[in-house]
């Protein structure tokens, strides 16, 4: 039996970090598109292989996480309707505590990731250079996933929190 829960964590651990993969992969496009476009004064392609940008992420990261939040409440985003009823499947943690636990992931993978490899040359090969660092950053992070995982979840329903508030500030 706890070999299945096992499994069954391990198959939780990996949804959770394909979700933040992809979160962050989108906004490290979105960075660079907005790099290139030079809507940030004194910003170049440079600054994106150094700890700075985790400045403007960090707010891109919170607002993102607050429009999943909202609309795991209003149920208006198939996108994230769908990969929260992935992961929520048979684990019994609840929405709002997977968001916590998304939040913690994304935090530790930003510390954990190297900027300094990053190859700011084109697009194509930052987000390469970002999924060569996100790869290296995953072993530890599983480990530290699962421990977190490996709770009984009394989460508050989502149904009864406000859309209007947000989770993360």
């Not at 989108?26 to 940008?53: C, R, W």
């Not at 935090?107 to 190859?119: C, E, G, P, T, Y």
Request: glycine share 2%; aromatic share 10%.
């Amino acid at each position: 039996m706890a070999s299945s829960l096992d499994k069954k964590t391990c198959k939780l651990a990996w949804y959770i970090i394909n979700f933040v993969h992809n979160t962050l992969k989108g906004q490290e496009s979105g960075m660079y598109k907005t790099v290139m476009s030079g809507h940030i004064p004194n910003f170049t392609l440079a600054d994106l292989s150094t700890p700075l940008p985790l400045v403007i992420l960090r707010g891109a990261i919170i607002d993102y996480l607050n429009s999943c939040y909202k609309s795991l409440i209003l149920k208006d985003s198939e996108y994230v309707s769908y990969h929260f009823k992935k992961m929520k499947k048979s684990y019994n943690h609840s929405e709002i505590c997977l968001l916590n636990i998304i939040a913690l992931v994304i935090q530790n993978i930003h510390l954990a990731i190297d900027r300094s490899k990053f190859d700011v040359c084109h697009i194509e090969t930052y987000l390469a250079s970002f999924d060569a660092e996100f790869i290296k950053a995953v072993p530890p992070m599983l480990i530290l996933l699962i421990s977190t995982l490996s709770h009984e979840c009394t989460g508050m329903n989502i149904a009864e929190c406000d859309p209007n508030k947000p989770m993360f500030h």
